[in-house]
């Protein structure tokens, strides 16, 4: 009687152990889950802000009745293409990241060359709301590269922590995949040169 109280309390003291670490790895892995959903939108905030702002001047540029259409064109058909990628944020994969980053590029290329085109016309240039534009770029560029900074930190705490020896071995069990970083655009290791 004695032998079988104590297989069955080490038994349960087993099942207890092994209940109580899958518990903190679960509750581990969902704060971590909610942190980086939490910074996806964070970054998805701050180039809506950015978007928003390319739609001001966009309208006013459109003031402009001599400015060349084409390019404007150019840059709302690229907002237009911007705005239809979204990705969830349960699923961060490299490849959803990429795609999305990709969006943002041809949007940004795009709007490069729009305010290339712009330095031609002197009188646009000096509108208030052109200059509110200048000001106001530079600090949500600022925003945007702070807040993909802050998501790729969470997402490397996320992806070492999946990887971790025994947490590699449940991870997948409970769907916790690993998740794509933001990485630089292919050329942006050279400063773009933009003129007002």
Known sequence: MNKT????????????????WVRGFNNSMVTKNENTAKMWSNVESQYQRRMDLFTNVVNTIKGSADFEKSTLEAVIEARSQATKITVDPTKLTPESI??????????????????????QYPVLKTTDAFRDFQVQI???ENRINKARDDFNSTIQEYNTYIKLFPNSLFAKMFGYT???????????????????
Not at 5 to 20: D, H, K, P, Q
Not at 178 to 184: M, S
Request: aromatic share 10%.
């Open 178 to 196: 690993e998740k794509g970083y933001f990485k630089a655009a292919a050329g942006s290791e050279k400063a773009p040169e933009v003129k007002f």
């Open 138 to 140: 530079e600090g949500t």
């Open 5 to 20: 109280l104590i297989t069955v309390g080490v038994i349960v003291g087993i099942i207890l152990v092994i209940f109580l």
């Open 98 to 119: 990429e795609q999305f980053q990709q969006a943002q590029n041809s949007l940004n290329s795009s709007f490069s060359k729009l305010l290339l085109v712009v330095e």
